[in-house]
Protein backbone atom coordinates (compact mmCIF):
# COMPACT_ATOMS: atom_id res chain seq x y z
CA UNK A 1 0.00 0.00 0.00
CA UNK A 2 2.95 2.35 0.65
CA UNK A 3 4.85 1.72 -2.56
CA UNK A 4 1.15 1.88 -4.52
CA UNK A 5 0.75 5.73 -2.49
CA UNK A 6 4.39 6.52 -3.18
CA UNK A 7 3.82 5.80 -6.99
CA UNK A 8 0.76 7.74 -6.76
CA UNK A 9 2.47 10.70 -5.17
CA UNK A 10 5.10 10.87 -8.42
CA UNK A 11 2.57 11.20 -10.39
CA UNK A 12 0.42 13.73 -8.72
CA UNK A 13 3.91 15.84 -8.46
CA UNK A 14 4.42 15.65 -12.51
CA UNK A 15 1.21 16.35 -13.22
CA UNK A 16 1.23 19.55 -10.76
CA UNK A 17 4.88 20.71 -11.97
CA UNK A 18 3.54 20.37 -15.42
CA UNK A 19 0.14 22.17 -14.55
CA UNK A 20 2.01 24.47 -12.51
CA UNK A 21 5.11 25.39 -15.72
CA UNK A 22 1.69 25.31 -17.80
CA UNK A 23 0.55 27.95 -15.75
CA UNK A 24 3.62 30.32 -15.19
CA UNK A 25 4.14 29.86 -18.56
CA UNK A 26 0.52 31.33 -19.58
CA UNK A 27 1.20 33.97 -17.23
CA UNK A 28 4.49 35.13 -17.93
CA UNK A 29 3.24 35.31 -21.83
CA UNK A 30 -0.25 36.72 -21.04
CA UNK A 31 1.81 39.31 -19.01
CA UNK A 32 4.78 39.95 -22.27
CA UNK A 33 1.32 40.22 -24.49
CA UNK A 34 -0.09 42.90 -22.23
CA UNK A 35 2.40 44.87 -22.23
CA UNK A 36 3.05 44.39 -26.14
CA UNK A 37 -0.60 45.68 -26.65
CA UNK A 38 -0.25 48.12 -24.64
CA UNK A 39 2.98 49.87 -26.07
CA UNK A 40 1.28 49.13 -29.73
CA UNK A 41 -1.97 50.89 -28.27
CA UNK A 42 0.19 53.62 -26.80
CA UNK A 43 2.18 54.08 -30.09
CA UNK A 44 -0.83 53.62 -32.35
CA UNK A 45 -2.91 56.44 -30.25
CA UNK A 46 0.56 58.62 -30.12
CA UNK A 47 0.79 58.13 -34.31
CA UNK A 48 -3.03 58.93 -34.44
CA UNK A 49 -2.99 62.28 -32.39
CA UNK A 50 -0.07 63.12 -34.55
CA UNK A 51 -1.78 62.77 -37.58
CA UNK A 52 -5.23 64.74 -36.23
CA UNK A 53 -2.64 67.41 -35.29
CA UNK A 54 -0.61 67.87 -38.66
CA UNK A 55 -4.16 67.96 -40.46
CA UNK A 56 -5.72 70.38 -37.95
CA UNK A 57 -2.03 72.66 -38.10
CA UNK A 58 -2.68 72.54 -42.14
CA UNK A 59 -5.59 74.46 -41.81
CA UNK A 60 -4.22 76.86 -38.90
CA UNK A 61 -1.38 77.54 -40.65
CA UNK A 62 -3.11 78.64 -43.68
CA UNK A 63 -5.28 80.73 -41.75
CA UNK A 64 -2.20 82.74 -40.25
CA UNK A 65 -0.05 82.80 -43.23
CA UNK A 66 -3.31 84.62 -44.51
CA UNK A 67 -3.08 87.33 -42.14
CA UNK A 68 0.47 87.77 -41.93
CA UNK A 69 0.35 87.87 -46.04
CA UNK A 70 -2.28 91.15 -45.21
CA UNK A 71 0.23 92.83 -42.96
CA UNK A 72 3.02 92.30 -45.36
CA UNK A 73 0.64 93.60 -48.21
CA UNK A 74 0.69 96.68 -46.23
CA UNK A 75 3.59 97.27 -45.88
CA UNK A 76 4.41 96.68 -49.70
CA UNK A 77 1.62 98.28 -51.90
CA UNK A 78 2.59 100.84 -53.21
CA UNK A 79 -0.31 103.17 -53.14
CA UNK A 80 -1.15 101.82 -49.43
CA UNK A 81 2.79 102.16 -48.33
CA UNK A 82 2.99 105.87 -49.53
CA UNK A 83 -0.28 107.20 -48.12
CA UNK A 84 1.02 105.43 -44.66
CA UNK A 85 3.81 107.38 -44.86
CA UNK A 86 2.85 110.82 -46.41
CA UNK A 87 2.87 113.21 -43.80
CA UNK A 88 -0.23 114.72 -45.21
CA UNK A 89 -2.50 112.79 -47.51
CA UNK A 90 -5.06 113.98 -49.86
CA UNK A 91 -8.97 113.54 -50.03
CA UNK A 92 -7.97 111.63 -53.23
CA UNK A 93 -5.66 109.43 -52.12
CA UNK A 94 -7.24 108.46 -49.03
CA UNK A 95 -10.29 107.32 -51.24
CA UNK A 96 -7.82 105.45 -53.58
CA UNK A 97 -6.59 103.52 -50.54
CA UNK A 98 -9.64 102.99 -48.62
CA UNK A 99 -11.07 101.83 -51.69
CA UNK A 100 -7.97 99.37 -52.10
CA UNK A 101 -7.73 98.80 -48.93
CA UNK A 102 -11.08 97.35 -48.22
CA UNK A 103 -10.98 95.61 -51.55
CA UNK A 104 -8.16 93.29 -50.22
CA UNK A 105 -9.53 92.50 -46.56
CA UNK A 106 -13.55 91.83 -48.02
CA UNK A 107 -11.34 89.40 -50.55
CA UNK A 108 -9.91 87.18 -47.46
CA UNK A 109 -11.07 84.02 -46.54
CA UNK A 110 -10.43 85.04 -42.84
CA UNK A 111 -11.74 88.45 -42.79
CA UNK A 112 -14.85 87.21 -40.40
CA UNK A 113 -11.94 86.20 -37.84
CA UNK A 114 -10.53 89.78 -37.65
CA UNK A 115 -12.00 91.63 -35.19
CA UNK A 116 -10.18 94.80 -36.02
CA UNK A 117 -7.68 95.63 -38.79
CA UNK A 118 -6.29 99.21 -38.54
CA UNK A 119 -4.13 100.56 -40.75
CA UNK A 120 -2.77 104.61 -38.88
CA UNK A 121 -0.63 106.62 -41.05
CA UNK A 122 2.14 109.29 -40.36
CA UNK A 123 -0.16 112.29 -40.60
CA UNK A 124 -2.65 110.57 -38.10
CA UNK A 125 -5.10 109.60 -40.79
CA UNK A 126 -6.82 106.15 -39.54
CA UNK A 127 -8.39 103.58 -41.68
CA UNK A 128 -10.22 100.92 -39.77
CA UNK A 129 -11.93 97.51 -40.63
CA UNK A 130 -13.30 94.57 -38.56
CA UNK A 131 -16.03 93.07 -36.96
CA UNK A 132 -15.39 95.14 -33.65
CA UNK A 133 -15.30 98.36 -35.50
CA UNK A 134 -19.17 99.39 -34.64
CA UNK A 135 -18.36 98.60 -30.73
CA UNK A 136 -14.87 100.21 -30.57
CA UNK A 137 -14.34 103.72 -28.90
CA UNK A 138 -13.14 106.72 -30.80
CA UNK A 139 -9.65 106.15 -32.32
CA UNK A 140 -7.73 109.44 -30.90
CA UNK A 141 -4.14 109.17 -30.66
CA UNK A 142 -4.39 108.44 -26.80
CA UNK A 143 -6.26 106.10 -27.29
CA UNK A 144 -4.49 104.21 -30.23
CA UNK A 145 -1.19 103.68 -27.80
CA UNK A 146 -2.70 101.43 -25.76
CA UNK A 147 -2.95 98.74 -28.55
CA UNK A 148 -0.03 95.97 -28.51
CA UNK A 149 2.74 97.81 -31.06
CA UNK A 150 2.18 101.34 -30.54
CA UNK A 151 3.67 103.60 -28.15
CA UNK A 152 7.40 102.20 -28.92
CA UNK A 153 6.42 98.63 -27.38
CA UNK A 154 7.85 97.03 -30.34
CA UNK A 155 5.86 94.54 -33.36
CA UNK A 156 4.21 92.19 -31.63
CA UNK A 157 3.07 88.75 -33.68
CA UNK A 158 1.34 85.45 -32.50
CA UNK A 159 2.42 85.81 -29.37
CA UNK A 160 -0.54 86.20 -26.69
CA UNK A 161 -4.18 86.68 -26.09
CA UNK A 162 -5.38 90.69 -24.85
CA UNK A 163 -8.33 91.92 -24.41
CA UNK A 164 -8.88 95.17 -27.27
CA UNK A 165 -8.52 97.96 -24.72
CA UNK A 166 -10.43 100.44 -27.11
CA UNK A 167 -13.97 98.44 -26.69
CA UNK A 168 -16.79 99.83 -25.32
CA UNK A 169 -17.71 98.88 -21.73
CA UNK A 170 -19.27 95.85 -21.58
CA UNK A 171 -18.38 94.79 -25.58
CA UNK A 172 -14.57 93.44 -24.56
CA UNK A 173 -13.23 90.91 -27.09
CA UNK A 174 -10.37 88.81 -26.68
CA UNK A 175 -7.77 88.53 -29.65
CA UNK A 176 -4.46 87.64 -30.67
CA UNK A 177 -2.75 91.02 -32.07
CA UNK A 178 -0.18 91.59 -34.65
CA UNK A 179 0.99 94.94 -35.29
CA UNK A 180 4.05 95.54 -37.59
CA UNK A 181 5.95 99.28 -37.53
CA UNK A 182 6.61 101.36 -40.82
CA UNK A 183 9.52 103.83 -40.77
CA UNK A 184 9.95 106.55 -43.53
CA UNK A 185 13.13 108.10 -44.20
CA UNK A 186 12.48 111.42 -44.84
CA UNK A 187 11.01 113.49 -42.02
CA UNK A 188 10.73 110.63 -39.53
CA UNK A 189 7.18 109.52 -40.37
CA UNK A 190 5.99 106.38 -38.41
CA UNK A 191 2.98 104.29 -39.55
CA UNK A 192 1.30 101.46 -38.16
CA UNK A 193 -0.62 98.02 -39.00
CA UNK A 194 -2.76 96.75 -36.62
CA UNK A 195 -4.78 93.36 -36.76
CA UNK A 196 -6.37 91.64 -33.63
CA UNK A 197 -7.19 88.01 -34.93
CA UNK A 198 -10.04 86.42 -32.80
CA UNK A 199 -9.34 83.03 -31.38
CA UNK A 200 -11.72 81.53 -33.33
CA UNK A 201 -9.20 81.65 -36.31
CA UNK A 202 -7.77 78.95 -34.18
CA UNK A 203 -10.44 77.00 -32.63
CA UNK A 204 -12.49 76.82 -35.89
CA UNK A 205 -9.89 74.47 -37.57
CA UNK A 206 -10.04 72.40 -34.62
CA UNK A 207 -13.95 72.20 -33.56
CA UNK A 208 -14.85 68.65 -35.52
CA UNK A 209 -11.25 67.23 -33.94
CA UNK A 210 -11.89 63.96 -32.63
CA UNK A 211 -9.90 63.18 -29.43
CA UNK A 212 -9.91 59.97 -27.52
CA UNK A 213 -11.59 59.45 -24.16
CA UNK A 214 -10.05 61.63 -21.43
CA UNK A 215 -8.01 63.75 -24.30
CA UNK A 216 -7.56 66.99 -24.31
CA UNK A 217 -5.55 69.62 -27.00
CA UNK A 218 -4.03 72.84 -26.56
CA UNK A 219 -2.17 75.57 -28.09
CA UNK A 220 1.04 76.85 -27.36
CA UNK A 221 1.55 80.07 -28.18
CA UNK A 222 4.40 82.53 -26.89
CA UNK A 223 5.47 79.93 -24.52
CA UNK A 224 2.35 79.75 -23.12
CA UNK A 225 0.00 76.74 -23.30
CA UNK A 226 -3.68 77.54 -23.52
CA UNK A 227 -6.24 74.76 -23.15
CA UNK A 228 -8.67 74.33 -26.25
CA UNK A 229 -11.90 74.59 -24.91
CA UNK A 230 -14.70 74.96 -27.71
CA UNK A 231 -14.14 78.52 -29.22
CA UNK A 232 -12.14 79.42 -26.48
CA UNK A 233 -8.12 79.62 -25.67
CA UNK A 234 -7.38 79.49 -21.45
CA UNK A 235 -4.08 79.96 -20.04
CA UNK A 236 -2.99 76.62 -18.48
CA UNK A 237 -1.48 77.57 -14.96
CA UNK A 238 2.31 77.10 -14.94
CA UNK A 239 2.73 75.00 -12.77
CA UNK A 240 0.65 72.04 -14.30
CA UNK A 241 2.89 72.88 -17.74
CA UNK A 242 6.09 72.69 -15.69
CA UNK A 243 5.06 69.40 -14.87
CA UNK A 244 5.83 67.78 -17.93
CA UNK A 245 8.87 66.22 -19.82
CA UNK A 246 10.32 65.19 -22.63
CA UNK A 247 10.19 61.90 -23.41
CA UNK A 248 11.69 59.51 -26.31
CA UNK A 249 9.02 57.61 -28.89
CA UNK A 250 8.61 56.56 -32.58
CA UNK A 251 6.98 59.59 -34.17
CA UNK A 252 5.68 60.41 -38.00
CA UNK A 253 7.61 63.53 -38.35
CA UNK A 254 10.72 63.89 -36.49
CA UNK A 255 9.52 67.76 -35.47
CA UNK A 256 7.17 66.15 -33.50
CA UNK A 257 8.51 66.32 -29.53
CA UNK A 258 6.73 64.00 -26.66
CA UNK A 259 6.21 64.75 -23.56
CA UNK A 260 4.72 62.65 -20.43
CA UNK A 261 3.23 64.02 -17.36
CA UNK A 262 0.31 63.91 -14.91
CA UNK A 263 -3.50 65.55 -15.18
CA UNK A 264 -4.61 65.77 -12.56
CA UNK A 265 -4.28 61.51 -10.78
CA UNK A 266 -3.46 60.38 -14.21
CA UNK A 267 -0.54 59.78 -16.12
CA UNK A 268 -0.61 61.17 -19.61
CA UNK A 269 1.68 61.61 -22.93
CA UNK A 270 1.57 64.61 -24.74
CA UNK A 271 2.36 65.37 -28.50
CA UNK A 272 3.50 68.15 -29.70
CA UNK A 273 3.65 69.48 -33.51
CA UNK A 274 4.86 72.13 -34.47
CA UNK A 275 3.04 74.57 -37.11
CA UNK A 276 6.32 75.84 -38.88
CA UNK A 277 5.58 79.78 -38.15
CA UNK A 278 6.30 82.12 -34.93
CA UNK A 279 7.23 78.97 -32.67
CA UNK A 280 3.41 78.11 -32.30
CA UNK A 281 2.43 74.21 -31.54
CA UNK A 282 -0.53 72.27 -31.70
CA UNK A 283 -0.58 69.91 -28.74
CA UNK A 284 -2.87 66.75 -27.70
CA UNK A 285 -2.98 64.75 -24.26
CA UNK A 286 -3.84 61.25 -24.62
CA UNK A 287 -3.88 59.01 -21.35
CA UNK A 288 -0.99 56.81 -21.09
CA UNK A 289 -1.58 52.96 -22.06
CA UNK A 290 0.18 50.72 -19.11
CA UNK A 291 -0.15 47.36 -18.57
CA UNK A 292 -2.59 47.88 -15.76
CA UNK A 293 -4.74 49.22 -18.60
CA UNK A 294 -4.40 45.93 -19.78
CA UNK A 295 -5.51 44.00 -17.03
CA UNK A 296 -8.91 43.34 -18.34
CA UNK A 297 -7.27 41.28 -21.12
CA UNK A 298 -5.05 39.66 -18.95
CA UNK A 299 -7.89 38.18 -16.61
CA UNK A 300 -9.81 36.86 -19.52
CA UNK A 301 -6.66 35.54 -21.16
CA UNK A 302 -5.97 33.86 -17.77
CA UNK A 303 -9.17 32.68 -17.03
CA UNK A 304 -9.32 30.75 -20.46
CA UNK A 305 -5.67 29.78 -19.96
CA UNK A 306 -6.76 28.06 -16.49
CA UNK A 307 -9.50 26.61 -18.08
CA UNK A 308 -7.25 25.09 -20.58
CA UNK A 309 -5.08 24.05 -18.02
CA UNK A 310 -7.57 22.05 -15.96
CA UNK A 311 -8.31 20.04 -19.36
CA UNK A 312 -4.92 19.45 -20.02
CA UNK A 313 -4.71 18.04 -16.23
CA UNK A 314 -7.65 15.85 -16.86
CA UNK A 315 -5.57 14.29 -20.22
CA UNK A 316 -2.39 14.32 -18.45
CA UNK A 317 -3.34 11.81 -16.12
CA UNK A 318 -5.29 9.68 -17.93
CA UNK A 319 -2.23 9.46 -20.67
CA UNK A 320 0.24 8.52 -17.44
CA UNK A 321 -2.19 6.19 -16.01
CA UNK A 322 -1.98 4.46 -19.51
CA UNK A 323 1.42 5.08 -21.09
CA UNK A 324 3.43 5.31 -17.55
CA UNK A 325 1.39 3.89 -14.64
CA UNK A 326 0.70 0.73 -16.02
CA UNK A 327 3.71 -0.27 -17.38
CA UNK A 328 5.92 0.51 -14.51
CA UNK A 329 3.32 -1.49 -12.26
CA UNK A 330 3.87 -4.65 -14.83
CA UNK A 331 7.90 -3.97 -14.67
CA UNK A 332 7.79 -3.79 -10.84
CA UNK A 333 5.94 -6.97 -10.91
CA UNK A 334 8.35 -8.57 -12.98
CA UNK A 335 10.91 -7.51 -10.61
CA UNK A 336 8.78 -8.68 -7.30
CA UNK A 337 8.88 -12.02 -9.58
CA UNK A 338 12.29 -11.96 -9.43
CA UNK A 339 13.31 -11.04 -6.41
CA UNK A 340 10.95 -13.99 -5.31
CA UNK A 341 13.24 -16.55 -7.55
CA UNK A 342 10.79 -16.55 -10.47
CA UNK A 343 13.58 -16.18 -13.52
CA UNK A 344 10.83 -16.87 -16.10
CA UNK A 345 11.11 -14.20 -18.67
CA UNK A 346 7.59 -11.94 -19.57
CA UNK A 347 7.30 -11.46 -23.36
CA UNK A 348 4.32 -8.93 -21.98
CA UNK A 349 6.40 -6.27 -20.56
CA UNK A 350 8.92 -5.99 -24.13
CA UNK A 351 6.50 -2.99 -25.04
CA UNK A 352 8.07 -0.70 -28.74
CA UNK A 353 9.17 1.92 -26.29
CA UNK A 354 11.13 2.95 -23.71
CA UNK A 355 9.74 1.26 -20.84
CA UNK A 356 9.94 -1.90 -23.67
CA UNK A 357 13.34 -1.39 -23.58
CA UNK A 358 13.27 -1.42 -19.66
CA UNK A 359 11.34 -5.09 -20.31
CA UNK A 360 13.59 -6.13 -22.78
CA UNK A 361 16.84 -5.40 -20.49
CA UNK A 362 14.98 -7.38 -17.70
CA UNK A 363 14.31 -10.01 -19.84
CA UNK A 364 17.70 -10.23 -20.93
CA UNK A 365 18.95 -9.84 -17.10
CA UNK A 366 16.99 -12.71 -16.13
CA UNK A 367 18.52 -15.05 -18.76
CA UNK A 368 22.06 -13.71 -18.19
CA UNK A 369 21.34 -15.12 -14.47
CA UNK A 370 19.99 -18.04 -15.48
CA UNK A 371 23.02 -18.32 -17.95
CA UNK A 372 25.20 -17.69 -14.85
CA UNK A 373 23.63 -20.06 -12.35
CA UNK A 374 23.82 -22.83 -14.98
CA UNK A 375 27.75 -21.80 -15.86
CA UNK A 376 28.63 -22.22 -11.69
CA UNK A 377 26.83 -25.54 -11.58
CA UNK A 378 29.01 -26.39 -14.53
CA UNK A 379 32.19 -24.86 -13.15
CA UNK A 380 31.76 -26.51 -9.39
CA UNK A 381 31.50 -30.11 -11.32
CA UNK A 382 34.49 -28.97 -13.27
CA UNK A 383 36.24 -28.20 -10.34
CA UNK A 384 35.47 -31.41 -8.20
CA UNK A 385 37.01 -32.89 -11.27
CA UNK A 386 40.35 -31.01 -11.24
CA UNK A 387 40.27 -31.90 -8.27
CA UNK A 388 40.22 -35.33 -8.60
CA UNK A 389 42.79 -35.00 -11.21
CA UNK A 390 45.10 -33.18 -8.85
CA UNK A 391 45.32 -35.54 -6.45
CA UNK A 392 45.64 -38.36 -9.32
CA UNK A 393 48.57 -36.71 -10.58
CA UNK A 394 50.17 -36.44 -7.39
CA UNK A 395 50.19 -40.52 -7.34
CA UNK A 396 51.77 -41.09 -10.35
CA UNK A 397 54.68 -38.72 -10.05
CA UNK A 398 55.31 -40.36 -6.56
CA UNK A 399 55.00 -43.87 -8.41
CA UNK A 400 57.50 -42.80 -11.21
CA UNK A 401 60.16 -41.59 -8.47
CA UNK A 402 60.52 -44.54 -7.03
CA UNK A 403 60.37 -46.53 -10.48
CA UNK A 404 63.20 -44.45 -11.45
CA UNK A 405 65.23 -44.73 -7.86
CA UNK A 406 64.83 -48.56 -8.35
CA UNK A 407 66.50 -48.25 -11.65
CA UNK A 408 69.17 -45.61 -10.80
CA UNK A 409 70.71 -47.98 -7.68
CA UNK A 410 70.19 -51.14 -10.16
CA UNK A 411 72.33 -49.22 -12.55
CA UNK A 412 74.53 -48.41 -10.14
CA UNK A 413 74.64 -52.50 -8.78
CA UNK A 414 75.39 -53.04 -12.51
CA UNK A 415 78.24 -50.19 -12.88
CA UNK A 416 76.14 -48.52 -15.90
CA UNK A 417 77.09 -44.82 -14.12
CA UNK A 418 75.60 -43.51 -17.78
CA UNK A 419 72.16 -44.64 -16.93
CA UNK A 420 72.46 -44.24 -13.50
CA UNK A 421 73.02 -40.18 -14.14
CA UNK A 422 70.48 -39.95 -17.10
CA UNK A 423 68.19 -41.64 -14.83
CA UNK A 424 69.10 -38.93 -11.54
CA UNK A 425 68.60 -36.39 -13.87
CA UNK A 426 65.23 -37.48 -15.31
CA UNK A 427 64.43 -37.74 -11.85
CA UNK A 428 65.06 -34.27 -10.67
CA UNK A 429 63.35 -33.14 -13.53
CA UNK A 430 60.58 -34.71 -12.89
CA UNK A 431 60.39 -33.77 -9.10
CA UNK A 432 61.22 -30.03 -10.31
CA UNK A 433 58.11 -30.20 -12.29
CA UNK A 434 55.77 -31.45 -10.31
CA UNK A 435 56.92 -29.91 -6.86
CA UNK A 436 55.11 -26.73 -5.44
CA UNK A 437 53.46 -24.20 -8.06
CA UNK A 438 55.58 -21.16 -8.04
CA UNK A 439 55.45 -19.32 -11.06
CA UNK A 440 59.15 -17.22 -11.14
CA UNK A 441 62.58 -18.79 -10.05
CA UNK A 442 65.87 -17.51 -9.18
CA UNK A 443 67.94 -18.01 -12.13
CA UNK A 444 70.59 -20.27 -10.35
CA UNK A 445 67.23 -22.69 -9.79
CA UNK A 446 66.60 -22.90 -13.51
CA UNK A 447 70.42 -22.84 -14.72
CA UNK A 448 70.26 -26.52 -11.96
CA UNK A 449 66.73 -27.42 -14.55
CA UNK A 450 68.60 -26.87 -18.09
CA UNK A 451 71.75 -28.88 -16.12
CA UNK A 452 69.29 -31.73 -15.99
CA UNK A 453 67.60 -31.82 -19.03
CA UNK A 454 71.07 -31.29 -21.01
CA UNK A 455 73.10 -34.17 -19.30
CA UNK A 456 69.96 -35.94 -20.49
CA UNK A 457 70.40 -34.96 -24.54
CA UNK A 458 74.34 -34.81 -24.31
CA UNK A 459 73.85 -39.22 -23.66
CA UNK A 460 71.22 -39.02 -26.68
CA UNK A 461 73.94 -37.15 -28.90
CA UNK A 462 76.76 -39.28 -28.02
CA UNK A 463 78.91 -35.98 -26.77
CA UNK A 464 78.58 -33.70 -29.77
CA UNK A 465 77.03 -30.87 -28.07
CA UNK A 466 77.66 -28.95 -25.27
CA UNK A 467 76.16 -26.35 -23.19
CA UNK A 468 77.94 -23.49 -20.75
CA UNK A 469 77.28 -20.89 -19.60
CA UNK A 470 80.41 -18.32 -20.59
CA UNK A 471 80.05 -15.17 -18.58
CA UNK A 472 77.46 -13.39 -15.79
CA UNK A 473 78.09 -10.08 -15.29
CA UNK A 474 77.06 -9.95 -11.78
CA UNK A 475 76.71 -13.01 -9.50
CA UNK A 476 73.64 -11.44 -7.89
CA UNK A 477 72.44 -11.87 -11.46
CA UNK A 478 72.11 -15.43 -10.70
CA UNK A 479 70.91 -15.69 -6.57
CA UNK A 480 68.08 -12.75 -7.00
CA UNK A 481 67.13 -12.23 -10.62
CA UNK A 482 63.75 -14.21 -11.33
CA UNK A 483 62.91 -16.01 -14.50
CA UNK A 484 59.19 -17.97 -15.35
CA UNK A 485 60.20 -21.69 -14.36
CA UNK A 486 60.99 -23.66 -17.43
CA UNK A 487 61.80 -21.00 -19.90
CA UNK A 488 65.14 -21.54 -20.48
CA UNK A 489 64.42 -25.66 -21.68
CA UNK A 490 62.46 -24.95 -24.15
CA UNK A 491 64.99 -22.63 -25.92
CA UNK A 492 67.70 -25.33 -25.47
CA UNK A 493 65.18 -27.67 -26.75
CA UNK A 494 64.76 -25.74 -30.35
CA UNK A 495 68.26 -24.75 -30.59
CA UNK A 496 69.47 -28.50 -30.67
CA UNK A 497 66.15 -30.03 -32.72
CA UNK A 498 66.14 -26.96 -35.20
CA UNK A 499 69.46 -25.12 -35.34
CA UNK A 500 72.15 -27.91 -34.25
CA UNK A 501 71.07 -31.51 -35.45
CA UNK A 502 69.94 -30.17 -38.97
CA UNK A 503 73.83 -29.05 -39.50
CA UNK A 504 75.23 -32.32 -39.23
CA UNK A 505 77.80 -31.36 -36.92
CA UNK A 506 78.84 -31.23 -33.66
CA UNK A 507 76.92 -27.91 -31.30
CA UNK A 508 78.05 -25.34 -29.68
CA UNK A 509 75.39 -23.56 -27.03
CA UNK A 510 76.92 -20.39 -24.90
CA UNK A 511 74.67 -18.06 -22.44
CA UNK A 512 75.68 -15.56 -21.13
CA UNK A 513 74.34 -12.94 -18.80
CA UNK A 514 74.38 -9.68 -18.86
CA UNK A 515 72.65 -5.89 -17.68
CA UNK A 516 71.35 -3.44 -19.64
CA UNK A 517 69.73 -0.34 -17.73
CA UNK A 518 67.32 -1.55 -15.44
CA UNK A 519 66.94 -4.54 -17.02
CA UNK A 520 69.02 -8.17 -17.26
CA UNK A 521 69.76 -10.17 -20.79
CA UNK A 522 70.24 -13.34 -21.28
CA UNK A 523 71.63 -14.56 -24.48
CA UNK A 524 71.49 -17.98 -25.89
CA UNK A 525 73.75 -18.65 -28.67
CA UNK A 526 73.38 -21.81 -30.31
CA UNK A 527 76.14 -22.24 -33.95
CA UNK A 528 73.34 -24.15 -36.19
CA UNK A 529 72.21 -23.80 -39.52
CA UNK A 530 70.31 -20.62 -38.51
CA UNK A 531 67.17 -18.80 -40.07
CA UNK A 532 65.60 -16.16 -42.29
CA UNK A 533 64.89 -13.15 -40.49
CA UNK A 534 61.02 -14.00 -41.94
CA UNK A 535 61.60 -17.41 -39.91
CA UNK A 536 62.89 -15.39 -36.88
CA UNK A 537 59.89 -13.18 -37.24
CA UNK A 538 57.04 -16.06 -37.72
CA UNK A 539 58.64 -17.71 -34.55
CA UNK A 540 57.22 -15.10 -32.23
CA UNK A 541 53.87 -14.86 -33.19
CA UNK A 542 51.21 -17.27 -32.57
CA UNK A 543 50.69 -20.30 -34.22
CA UNK A 544 47.74 -20.20 -36.90
CA UNK A 545 45.58 -23.35 -36.88
CA UNK A 546 47.62 -25.55 -39.33
CA UNK A 547 49.93 -25.97 -36.66
CA UNK A 548 47.60 -26.92 -33.65
CA UNK A 549 49.30 -30.55 -34.06
CA UNK A 550 53.11 -28.76 -33.13
CA UNK A 551 51.36 -27.54 -29.84
CA UNK A 552 50.78 -31.15 -28.11
CA UNK A 553 54.44 -32.07 -29.13
CA UNK A 554 56.95 -29.09 -27.93
CA UNK A 555 56.54 -26.34 -26.20
CA UNK A 556 57.21 -22.84 -28.87
CA UNK A 557 59.14 -20.42 -28.55
CA UNK A 558 56.18 -18.09 -28.86
CA UNK A 559 54.66 -19.74 -25.73
CA UNK A 560 57.73 -18.31 -23.70
CA UNK A 561 57.46 -15.24 -24.96
CA UNK A 562 54.07 -15.09 -24.40
CA UNK A 563 55.09 -16.50 -20.92
CA UNK A 564 57.29 -13.70 -20.03
CA UNK A 565 55.18 -10.80 -21.04
CA UNK A 566 52.32 -11.80 -18.79
CA UNK A 567 54.85 -12.07 -15.78
CA UNK A 568 56.65 -8.89 -17.06
CA UNK A 569 54.65 -6.83 -19.25
CA UNK A 570 54.63 -5.90 -22.86
CA UNK A 571 58.44 -4.57 -23.05
CA UNK A 572 59.87 -7.63 -21.88
CA UNK A 573 59.91 -11.34 -23.85
CA UNK A 574 62.48 -12.51 -26.71
CA UNK A 575 64.16 -11.18 -29.41
CA UNK A 576 65.90 -13.47 -32.06
CA UNK A 577 68.13 -12.81 -33.71
CA UNK A 578 69.65 -15.01 -36.65
CA UNK A 579 70.98 -15.52 -40.29
CA UNK A 580 71.17 -18.61 -42.78
CA UNK A 581 74.73 -20.52 -41.99
CA UNK A 582 75.77 -18.26 -38.98
CA UNK A 583 73.54 -19.35 -35.75
CA UNK A 584 71.37 -18.00 -33.94
CA UNK A 585 71.11 -16.16 -30.46
CA UNK A 586 67.72 -15.50 -29.05
CA UNK A 587 68.19 -12.79 -26.14
CA UNK A 588 65.93 -12.89 -23.39
CA UNK A 589 64.61 -9.37 -21.48
CA UNK A 590 63.92 -9.64 -17.52
CA UNK A 591 63.52 -6.76 -15.39
CA UNK A 592 66.01 -6.05 -12.57
CA UNK A 593 63.51 -4.67 -10.21
CA UNK A 594 63.26 -7.81 -8.59
CA UNK A 595 66.99 -7.77 -7.79
CA UNK A 596 67.25 -4.33 -6.93
CA UNK A 597 65.04 -5.26 -3.98
CA UNK A 598 66.28 -8.48 -3.00
CA UNK A 599 69.68 -7.16 -3.13
CA UNK A 600 68.59 -4.33 -0.84
CA UNK A 601 67.04 -6.76 1.68
CA UNK A 602 70.02 -8.94 2.12
CA UNK A 603 72.09 -6.06 2.06
CA UNK A 604 70.35 -4.89 4.89
CA UNK A 605 70.60 -8.61 6.40
CA UNK A 606 74.26 -8.59 6.64
CA UNK A 607 74.44 -5.12 8.29
CA UNK A 608 72.41 -6.52 11.48
Not at 321 to 348: C, F, K, N
Not at 444 to 463: H, M, P, S, V
Request: charged share 15%.
Amino acid sequence: MQQAAHRGSIRRRIVLLVLAFTLATTLIMAANSAQAVAGRTERAALQSAEFTLQTASTAIRANIAEVDGLVNWCASDPSTRTWLLTAQGSASLNQTVYTTVSGKYNSMRTAPYLQRFLCVGGSGSVLQFGTASAQSRPLTAAALVALPGFGGQGDVAWQSIVTDPLMLPNQAQQGIPVSRTLRGTGAGLTAHVYIAAATTLITDPLRDLALPEGGALYWLMGGTPYAVQGTALTPVQAADAAAFAETEGETLDPATRLYTGRRGDADVLAVSYPLGVHELYLVETIPATTAADMLPLLLRTVGISLLFIVLLGIILVVLMQYMVARPVHALQRQIERLSAGDLTPDETIEWNNEFGDIGQGINRMTGSINALMEKRLEDEKQKQDLEYRMLQNQINPHFIYNTLNGIKWMATIQHADGIAEMTTALSRLLKSVSKGNERLVPLYEEFALLNDYFTIQQYRYGGTITLEVTHIEDERLAQFCLIPRFTLQPLVENAIFHGIEPSGHAGEITITVTREGGDVLLRLHDNGVGMSPEQAAKALQEPGPEEAAAKFRHVGVWNVHRRLQYSFGEAYGLAIESEPGAGTTVVVRLPAAALETDAAAQHEENKE
